[in-house]
């Protein structure tokens, strides 16, 4: 049961003030990151879903493509995704995939367009921590002469998540108003420069602020002071995110599986369901007509035993028709939930099923995500 | 009798014949919040370094090793609703089961619990 972080680790601006406050470290995506602070994974989750719990996600890679227009750069990364980037209005954020030639998906990204018309041509793109080196390799091997990709590795990443979120933010930020969800905007904290957006990985209403790595440490020992705040570990954004619903990369999405297996139809744009023109552009339109053969769904267990990663998911009878990629214990959902991947026709929410736990069948029921509804922000319409 | 303990973090009291078997704070503090506890069957019979329970935290399933050979007389059912116990009593109303102890040679040749405070000095 003892855990040490080994050598050779990255380490995020924050690693010091993990340490301080006494944050469990272990090796993640190559970096040595925080799992879990003192009061521990349950209680951290429920930090964030009442009030608000702050993330170092410093260990995601920042990157920006440069181009010439906005136009050029957005048709680049549109040959690489299937999503909207011509469209893309300034100050708006966008969740893609960044897919390989037989549709796979390298990775999911968010790609924002800065909100200045001093930045057309650039967007900014946040990548998984593990995927940074195929991700930039890959950007490098098919982006255009004309587009350039600048990774910004002296950049660090916030989260601040959960209902009173805006309430702290804006005591740091006077000039905040009321931005939308997936918007973006440059700002002052305190009197620091940081890139923000309204966004976020817990199903909660937050924000995700982009510093100078120099200036990480004090924004979030300002946000920390704040009594609404806590420190929220590796652990908790796993119980979040999958209460939540959203994939992890490398567990729920991979290169084997393509967008609509995955049940992120959302991230295929509409003008390009028809007009194609994405790696994989073929088998995606393909599935989009029949249906894929296989498909992401939500599992809810009747009993308490949580099923983890890779248990098979059988019939009822015992026949084996796919597994689990994701799976725990939901501490608001409060019983155990999971995702995997099932054959299409049973994927239907209702249709009864059974997972594999240590030898034996646990009843349990395809279900609809998010296990916990989504409380991001929204505006009241005029 | 006091209580021993195993390399493995759990703990061990005898009463009588009879082991009542836990995991050390130690174990339940490196475990992070219990959400499920599978308990064996009464009557089975364990060996020494056998699967005896398996203890499910937010993040993971480990599994907890007889330290000791023997059958399973009781197991603690009250932690089917309230897993957590093993979190906030592990040496106490946390306790996983109890054993009918074949040897309890065994039970004495498990550390004390000087011998396994120096024991998690090493760790």
Known sequence: ?382 | MTTRYSRDHEWIRLEGDIAVIGITDYAQEQLGDVVYVELPEVGRTLAKGAEAAVVESVKAASEVFAPVAGEVVEVNVALGDEPAMVNTAPEDAGWFLKLKVADKSEVEALMDADAYKAFLETI
Request: aromatic share 6%.
């Open chain 1, 1 to 382: 049961m003892s855990q040490s972080v080994s050598e050779g680790l990255k380490e995020t601006p924050l690693a010091g003030l993990h340490r301080e406050l006494g944050a469990r470290m272990v090796p993640f995506a190559g970096y040595s990151m925080p799992v879990q602070y003192p009061t521990g994974i349950i209680a951290e989750h429920n930090q964030v879903r009442d009030s608000a719990g702050l993330f170092d996600v410093s260990h995601m890679g920042q990157a920006r493509l440069v181009g010439p227009d906005h136009e050029t750069t957005a048709r680049a990364l549109e040959a690489l995704t299937p999503g909207d980037f011509v469209g893309l209005g300034r100050g708006r954020e966008r969740y893609t995939l960044l897919l390989s030639e037989n549709g796979g998906i390298i990775d999911d990204l968010m790609v924002t367009r800065p909100a200045s018309p001093d930045d057309d041509g650039r967007l900014l793109v946040v990548v998984n921590a593990a995927r940074k080196d195929v991700d930039y390799a890959d950007f490098r091997a098919r982006l255009p002469a004309s587009v350039i990709l600048e990774p910004m590795d002296d950049r660090a990443l916030l989260a601040l998540q959960g209902p009173a979120a805006a309430a702290v933010l804006s005591r740091h930020v006077p000039d905040l108003g009321e931005p939308g969800f997936m918007t973006a905007w440059s700002a002052t904290f305190d009197d620091l420069a940081c890139g923000m957006s309204r966004s976020g990985y817990t199903g909660e209403d937050g924000f995700e602020l982009s510093m100078a790595a120099d200036d990480a440490e004090a924004i979030a020992r300002a946000l920390l002071a704040e009594p609404e705040v806590g420190p929220i570990g590796l652990g908790a954004r796993d119980s979040l995110r999958l209460e939540a619903g959203l994939c992890l990369y490398g567990h729920d999405i991979d290169t084997m599986t393509t967008p609509v297996e995955a049940d992120l139809e959302f991230a295929i744009a509409r003008r390009r369901r028809e007009e194609g023109g994405f790696p994989g552009a073929a088998r995606i339109q393909r599935e989009l007509q029949a249906g894929p053969p296989r498909k992401r769904v939500g599992l809810t267990l009747d009993g308490k035993a949580p099923a983890r990663e890779g248990a098979p998911i059988k019939t009822v009878e015992g026949r084996h028709i796919g597994d689990v990629t994701s799976g725990g214990f939901g501490p608001t959902v409060g019983a155990p939930i999971a995702m995997g991947y099932v054959d299409a026709s049973y994927a239907e929410p209702g249709t009864r099923i059974a997972v594999e736990v240590r030898g034996r069948d646990l009843p349990a029921t395809v279900s609809t995500m998010p296990f916990v509804p989504h409380r991001y922000f929204r505006k009241r319409k005029p």
